[in-house]
Each structure stands twice: as structure tokens, then as C-alpha cells.
């Protein structure tokens, strides 16, 4: 039972992680390997916000996610828009999008570790109590409870902002093809702003949670759910949202079973294998029904 | 005389630098030899591990160096014909993502094979085997390999591959024959300079092959310019000897690295090599831009948009 609970936090995580990503890598075919750093980031911004114990919660979230969705707009409007509206031979711009947020991630990292000289960093207590409560033998603290509802409100909230607002038309209708969809209308460059914006923040949120949650943490921690996260796209199918959160939960009870049941050892190859798995044998990932066509 | 004695204390001096970039470029070949076909493929790095143990391993067991390079090299050659046969339905960022996840895992199984690899303590005194100029000698000849691939029929080939595969198919090329021969070469180089690492430098580690070497690699080829081999080359010059010319600004020099990969894919999608062809075209006063190595037919239309220097429409 209380596997369940830490499977259940972590896929809410990973929810909130992975949404950002797939967000950003189904609409703008732009793969972030930024997020994970945007992600350290908000945590380190809640950490620095924290430290004189002044600000409370509520405002250090708000302000880590416009944070951290700015650090993503940022990038869009220095690098990710040019390239998009500079390369129009597709295999070009992604390549060049990946090469250009692994810049980003480097930049942010060095960032991070300068100013916490290389140690990890959590946030002050002060700012928000931690509180275990007990059922049973299953223990839940009040922070794991947040994460959950938020996962779920995020999940609820992109699923239908994408398929039934003007916004989340437009954000698909770009995904499927961003010429057309400029002709008629759409303001291609804004959308996508606004789309790295969400992603970007989704990425703070996650962050400043987990860092609350794990109490410290360092700059490799981004990686390390980048690398998970990437394995939901695929699992999930790229740019489904329902993919993503489904494929979020699956990955993170199998690593939980892996570390308390399995050869623990192993948990991380989990990710890796489904990866390889799931590419060779249904390319288009489990939960999407659209056909894989990339020629 | 006295310059014959100040390069060989500069040689003395830097050996362990020369010996890094050499084998390193070997990886960065790897990397683009794949790119310049237009398969995305990162497995060279998983290849390292691989090639780093087998060869490591042989050597350790009393085989002649030769022999253990070449078992590499011919293992290796099976295993990655084997993975392109496996990959063979992916393309672009997908199979970017498989390999990653090959190599990953390759790591993983290093880090809990306990009995062949030593797990986390990894292997160690593996008798020095190889000498600097081996491995010179062996990035001349992968140089060469490449430049050939690069020129004539199958430079054109390999090209027109990556621009439209389609189309090349429908010029009776056989593709899917030329993709699995560039992913073995690809895997074979990486192996090669993993197989040099643990001859060389006498130990592995599990960790060697990580996530951090996955970027290395591509960030040399990219930044250096994926379009021809003596752009991987650059980039693993510069990587590796940049880093250590900057000590400086210390601390801050990732913020500076990451900055020209922006500026680089940004502005310069061919990378410096792509910089450097660019301008000599220009200075040579060739207006048409054509580029020799090109498939008749394979110009993709790219309206209204500065396109790659090799994706330039003939005019």
C-alpha cells in the first residue's frame, strides 16, 4: 500500500514534468532538453525565495513558475523561433532546436551550481510546514497530497484547454501544419509563445513541488526526469496529452515495483528498455490511435 | 635542432590531450558519418561501451592487440547490423531517442553485470597496448574512409539519402542498404575509440558512456559542422582543447559553451565547417552556390527561408 502512494506521488510528478515536454515537442516539434534544467531552476528559485523564511507558499509557487516560464520564452523568442522560421527543411530545425536547448540546459545548470557552489539546495522549512498523516501503516504527507491534486487539476485542465478552447484549436491546428494554420489566421509566433510559456511553467511547477517534497536536491536530479520523461512521450505517444499522463503512472509504478520488489538495481534500465520496447513494436506509442508517419 | 626539441616537449607536454582529441574524434566520425546520411543515430556511444569492454577485456585475457581490436571491430559490426536491422522503421528525433535509450542502457547493464564488467568498480589494469601513434594512424584512415564516402557515387548517394529518401528510392538507389551500411560504420568508429580509451588510459568504467558523453559527441559534430568529416574533427579539437585554455574564466565556462551551441544552431546550422565553406564560396566568387556533391534532382524547395548550406537550391 505504501508502494502505491509513492508511485502514485511520483507519477503525479512525472504528470506535471512530462505534460510540458509533450507539449511543446507535439505542437512546436521543438524536444526541450531544456526542461529538465527549467525544472531544477524553479526549485532553485523557490530555494532562494525561501531562504530569508519571509515569503509563504502560495506566492513562491506563483513566483518559481513565471520564473520558470519565462526562462522557456526566453529561449523560444532567442532561439527555438528563429530556427523554426528559418529552417523550413523539418529534420534541420529539430536538430538544430535540440542542439540549441541543450546550450540552454548547459547554460542554466553552470548557472545553478555557481550560485549554490556546487552543493544541493532545498528549500526552507519556513515556508511551508511538512506534515505526515497516517492511515493505517500508509503514511501521506500534506505536500504529496498537493502534488496529486495538482497533477490532476493540470492533467483535467490541459486535456480539455487543448481539445476544447479556440486556444488549444489553434495550438493543434499548428501542430498539424503551422503554414496553413498561419494563413488562416493564427498568430503562429505568439501560439507558440504561449505554448512554451505553459510548458515552461508545468516544468515549475513539478520543480518547486519535487524540491519541497525531496527537501534537496542538485542540478543532476533535471536529467534524471528528463530521461524518465522521455520515455513517456514515447510510451504515451507523442503530443497525446491522455498518452502522457497515462504512460506517467504505468513508468512510475513499474519503477516502484522495480526498487521495492524487483532487482532494484535495475529501476533505471525500466525506463531505457520501455523506450526500446515500445519503438520497435508500436512506434506510434500505446495510447495513440494517429498512424506514425514521419517520412 | 632547437625547434625539433621545443615540439617534442610541447608533444611531451600536451600527450594526454592529443591522445583525448584523437579519441574523441574517432567518436565524433562516428556521429557524423550517420548525421551527414540523415539517420540520427547516437548508438556510437553505446558502441564505446561495448568496444571499450570487449577490447579492454580481451586484452587483459593475453590476446595480441591486434587480434582484440579486430574481434572488436568485427563484433561490433555485427551487433550494430543487427541494431539497424531492429531500428530500421525510425527515423529523425525517434530514433535519436531509441539509440539514446540503447546507449543508456548498455549502461545500466555494465553497471549490474558484475561478473564480465566489475559493476560499479568497473575494470581495471588493462595492460597500455596502443600507442598515440596507432591511433593517429587509425583516425588518418577513418579520415580517408570518410572523405571517399564523402565524394563520387556514394557521396551523391548518401546525400541524396538524407535529403529525400523517397526520391533516391525512386532512382532505384537501394537505401535501406546504404543506411545499414553508414549505422555500421557509425557503430564500428564509436567501438574503435572506445577500444583505444581502455587500451590507452588502462581502465573503464561503468559510467564512462553516460548521458554527458551522448552530448560531448554531438555537440562536437554539430558545432564543428555535420556536413563533412573534417568538421567532426574540428569540433573535437575545440571541445576539448577549449576547455582547457579558459581555465580563466573558470566556473563560467560552461555559460560561454552553452551560449556558442545556441549561437551555432541558431545562425549556423552547418557549423563552423558550414562557416568556413560559406565564405570561401563567396570569396571564390562561385555565385551559384551549387555544391559538387550533389544528386542531380534531390534540391529541396525551401521558399522563402535561408535553407542549410548543403540543402541549397542549384540555381
Known sequence: MQQLVNAIVFGSILTLFSLGLSLAWGTLDVLNL????????AGFLTYELTKDGTLSFVPTLIISMIGAGAVTVALELIAFRRIRNNFRVKRQAELSTLVASIGAATIINQFISNETDNTTFGPSQSAFHIHQYK????????????????????????????????HGRAVRAVAYDPATSGLLGVNVNLLAAVTMFV???????????????????????????????????????VGSVRGAIAAAYLIAIAETAVIAYGPSQWSDGVAFALILLVLLIRPQGLFARRRFERV | MNALASIGSWYTNNETLIQQILILALLAFGIQVALRTGIFSLASIGFYAIGSYTAGLLVKDGWVTILAILATVALTAMLGWLLAVLLVRLRDLYLAMATVAFDLMIGVIALNWTGLTGGPLGVVGIPISVSTLTIFLTVVGAGLLLSLLERGTIGRTLEAIREDEELAQSLSVDTGRYRRFA?????????????????????????????????????????????????????????????????????????????????????????????????????SGSKSGQDPARLQGTAIVTPGGRAPPSAREPT
Request: proline share 1%.
Open chain 1, 199 to 237: 510548458a515552461g511553467a508545468l516544468a515549475g511547477l513539478a520543480g518547486v513541488l519535487l524540491a519541497i517534497n525531496l527537501g534537496s536536491e542538485d542540478v543532476s536530479v533535471g536529467q534524471d526526469y528528463l530521461l524518465t520523461a522521455f520515455a513517456i512521450l514515447i510510451v504515451g505517444g
Open chain 2, 183 to 283: 549505422f555500421v560504420i557509425s557503430c564500428v568508429l564509436g567501438a574503435l575509440a572506445g577500444a583505444y580509451h581502455a587500451l590507452l588510459f588502462t581502465d573503464i568504467q561503468a559510467t564512462d558512456a553516460g548521458f554527458d558523453l551522448i552530448v560531448l559527441a554531438l555537440t562536437m559534430v554539430i558545432i564543428g559542422g555535420f556536413g563533412s568529416w573534417r568538421g567532426a574533427l574540428v569540433g573535437a579539437i575545440l571541445l576539448t582543447w577549449i576547455p582547457l585554455k579558459l581555465t580563466s574564466i573558470g566556473e563560467w565556462w560552461d555559460v560561454v559553451y552553452g551560449a556558442l551551441m545556441i549561437f551555432v544552431a541558431t545562425f549556423a546550422p552547418g557549423g563552423l565547417f558550414g562557416l568556413w565553406r560559406d565564405l570561401t564560396r563567396r570569396v
Open chain 1, 34 to 41: 531544456a526542461h529538465g534544467a527549467v525544472f531544477v531552476f
Open chain 1, 135 to 166: 492511515v493505517g501503516s500508509v503514511g501521506i504527507t500534506n505536500i504529496q497530497i498537493i502534488i496529486v491534486a495538482a497533477a490532476v487539476v493540470v492533467a483535467i485542465g490541459l486535456d480539455q484547454w487543448v481539445r476544447r478552447s479556440r
